[in-house]
């Protein structure tokens, strides 16, 4: 899911740099107690892809009634070809799904774009490297020989550079080959040796397939690399003139992604219901595996910890892989997300 939007972030130049407080909010209304000042709201949500586990608390919030017990009339639309947060900047939805990773040349720019991310959909970073297990390639150092697919984004090359030379191998001798991946399957069994993926869709399938791999996360390789994938953005001037309906919004897709994590089998069916053209059989495990990262350790969903936000920039900084500097806590804002509901 992701090289393929990589590659439209990379003919696009853009930027945003916003200052987002990272502190916890205070005591605020409910949504319920809002709804009735912005009934039947329209509200335009974009996606980053096509419909996957990462949005299935949006299509429950959708289909349990959430979002119109809040007062709103949501639209889930799949994105244009400039991408989900130039549709955001631009006013042509409200909210939208982004990466913290792909978002860093957007914060570390000239020319910001009106955005920020308000709630983040998982807790940790669930992607990693991947590989056959023929291929040996059990430690990042061990890439060093192997080819990989990239999509030539300096920020991806550098995190590769970081956990293969931290495990002594030499990223030199690491064949580069620019392509998209789009089927992971066929990809590793042609000329490709290993590949970026996210676990709870490439990897779920690699495991529905019984193939035999070795899967190296990339959080785990380096705790800097744990950031935030994916994010709910929002556009700065829709938040600032309507902030209650931003909060009864994120308040009814917090209960959707809830609802998720504690049914994942029918918060499956639900996504298959607004997606059928989904492998079932995908779809159901990796909602299993997905359900447990929507909250993880946090207190309620959609929090993001500023030092783990923080620590991903101030690296991007460090190695000068942004056009200008990141100021610290700047582009997240948690105080539209509600009180913790448990």
């Known amino acids: 899911m992701k090289n393929k939007r990589w590659m439209k972030f990379l003919c696009v130049v853009m930027a945003v740099a916003l200052c987002g407080c990272g502190a916890d909010q205070g005591k605020k209304d409910t949504a319920s107690d ?79 774009l009106p955005i920020t991310a308000v709630g983040a959909v998982l807790q940790h970073n669930t992607s990693g490297l991947v590989s056959l297990k023929k291929t040996g390639i059990d430690r990042p150092g061990k890439l060093e020989g ?16 970081n956990v293969v030379e931290e495990d002594g191998g030499d990223f030199g001798k690491v064949n580069l080959i620019s392509t998209y991946v789009e089927d992971i399957i066929a990809g590793l069994n042609a000329d490709i040796e290993s590949v970026w993926i996210y676990h709870g869709w490439d990897g779920i399938k690699l495991e529905l397939e019984k193939i035999e791999t070795n899967y190296l996360p990339f959080a785990e390789m380096n705790p800097v690399f744990d950031y935030y994938s994916p994010v709910i953005i929002a556009n700065d001037t829709f938040l600032k003139e309507k902030p209650d309906v931003a909060k009864s919004f994120l308040a009814a897709a917090q209960k959707g992604y809830e609802f998720a994590a504690e049914h994942p089998q029918e918060a499956a069916d639900i996504l298959l219901k607004a997606a059928p053209e989904l492998d079932e059989t995908l779809v159901k495990r990796s909602q299993e595996y997905l359900s447990g990262q929507y909250l993880a350790e946090a207190e309620h969903w959609g929090m993001i910890d500023s030092s783990r936000w923080n620590r991903y920039y101030a690296w991007l900084n460090e190695k000068k892989l942004v056009e200008h500097e990141i100021p610290e806590n700047a582009g997240f804002d948690n105080s539209y997300l509600p009180e913790a509901t448990k």
Request: glycine share 10%; charged share 20%.
């Open 146 to 161: 192997h080819s990989y697919a990239t999509w030539d984004s300096p920020i991806e090359q550098a995190v590769l550079k």
């Open 34 to 112: 809002r709804s009735a000042d912005h009934k039947n709201t329209e509200i335009t949500m974009v996606l980053d892809w096509t419909p996957n586990t990462n949005h299935t608390g949006l299509y429950v919030a959708e289909e349990k009634g959430y979002f119109a017990d809040a007062g709103l009339k949501v639209s889930i639309v799949q994105p244009p070809d400039g991408g989900a947060t130039d549709m955001v900047a631009s006013g042509g939805a409200e909210f939208g799904v982004d990466f913290q990773d792909t978002l860093a040349a957007a914060f570390g720019s000239e020319n910001p």
